[in-house]
């Protein structure tokens, strides 16, 4: 488990920053991060529109970006629907 956390964190990392803030995702970084790293779980990444109701719903302090716990969440939220805990 820790290599997955590590692996979470080092992601997370290298897509936050290019815009704003080294500690969270704007929305672009945060788009290019589902597109290149989780393309079977995302398959509508591409489509802006989707990205930014997403966006919306974990954005919990509303500062138009990604934290890395709001991005944990996240996370864990996919792993529960694509696990079937879910259910």
């Known amino acids: 488990m820790e ?4 692996t979470l964190v080092s ?4 897509f936050a920053g ?6 969270t995702l704007s929305k672009d ?3 290019k991060l589902l597109i290149s790293q989780l393309p079977n779980y995302m398959k509508n990444a591409n ?3 989707v990205i930014a109701q997403l966006m919306g719903s974990l954005d919990k302090d ?3 970006e990604l934290s890395f716990l709001e991005f944990w969440q996240f996370i864990g ?3 529960n629907q694509h696990s079937g805990f879910d259910k």
Do not use: H, P
């Open 77 to 79: 939220q996919l792993a």
């Open 29 to 31: 970084e945060f788009q």
């Open 62 to 64: 509303s500062d138009g």
């Open 18 to 23: 290019k815009e704003g803030s080294s500690s």
């Open 47 to 49: 489509d802006s529109t």
């Open 11 to 14: 992601q997370f990392k290298a």
């Open 3 to 6: 290599a997955a956390i590590n």
